[in-house]
T-cell receptor, first 113, second 111 residues
Framework: DSGVTQTPKHLITATGQRVTLRCSPRSGDLSVYWYQQSLDQGLQFLIQYYNGEERAKGNILERFSAQQFPDLHSELNLSSLELGDSALYFC????????????FGPGTRLTVL | GQQVMQIPQYQHVQEGEDFTTYCNSS?????IQWYKQRPGGHPVFLIQ?????EVKKQKRLTFQFGEAKKNSSLHITATQTTDVGTYFC???????????FGTGTRLKVLA
């Protein structure tokens, strides 16, 4: 158990819908990262927040957005969902500095039908 | 943009054989991390390398960071069935906070 929690574990929805994925970092960690892992694929970095502020951005679609709240939990919002958005979405947390170890949550499996 | 490639993509070995995965970055890295993801699981941190030419060992696992800090390798001696999973490298460039993950090497160990 990494100490990072993600909800829900599974999510099944239809194309065109909007969903919100939630992540709670390890106690004391200020940074949250979001990754997308499609079937049999590597991890695509989406976005990183540090203490409520966006710190780094990867290949995140305009239909996706994220935020980190004052209590440091984070949410990833996915809208106008397409079939190709079906994937595992991982959240990771770290203390916040460069070269930090990232601790991954169990992931949310999103299926878009 | 920055790319991190890993080879091989897949590797099947007999239990007891050695295994190596290689990671190559298109840019110089400030540090590199290695993760293992078991089937159905999430990535788990293994180690971080920071210095040019650095070599670190964890029991049967040996990690190397190249002199130019653009490549890295993970070598497993005498594989066991518990080594099954996908091994990812993740590189970070100086001045950025994001990690670029390699494409991963999926290891299968045949008993």
């Amino acid at each position: 158990d990494s100490g990072v929690t993600q909800t829900p574990k599974h999510l099944i929805t239809a194309t065109g819908q909007r969903v919100t994925l939630r992540c709670s970092p390890r106690s004391g960690d200020l940074s949250v990262y979001w990754y997308q892992q499609s079937l049999d694929q590597g991890l695509q970095f989406l976005i990183q927040y540090y203490n409520g502020e966006e710190r780094a951005k990867g290949n995140i679609l305009e239909r996706f957005s994220a935020q980190q709240f004052p209590d440091l939990h984070s949410e990833l919002n996915l809208s106008s969902l397409e079939l190709g958005d079906s994937a595992l979405y991982f959240c990771a947390s770290s203390v916040g500095g460069e070269g930090d170890t990232q601790y991954f949550g169990p992931g949310t499996r999103l299926t878009v039908l | 943009g920055q790319q991190v490639m890993q080879i091989p993509q897949y590797q099947h070995v007999q239990e007891g054989e050695d295994f190596t995965t290689y990671c190559n970055s298109s840019t110089t890295l400030s540090n590199i991390q290695w993760y293992k993801q078991r089937p159905g699981g999430h990535p788990v941190f293994l180690i971080q390398l920071v210095k040019s030419g650095e070599v670190k060992k964890q029991k049967r696992l040996t990690f190397q960071f190249g002199e130019a800090k653009k490549n890295s390798s993970l070598h497993i001696t005498a594989t066991q069935t518990t080594d099954v999973g996908t091994y990812f490298c993740a590189g970070q460039t100086s001045g950025t906070y994001k990690y670029i993950f390699g494409t991963g090497t999926r290891l299968k160990v045949l008993a």
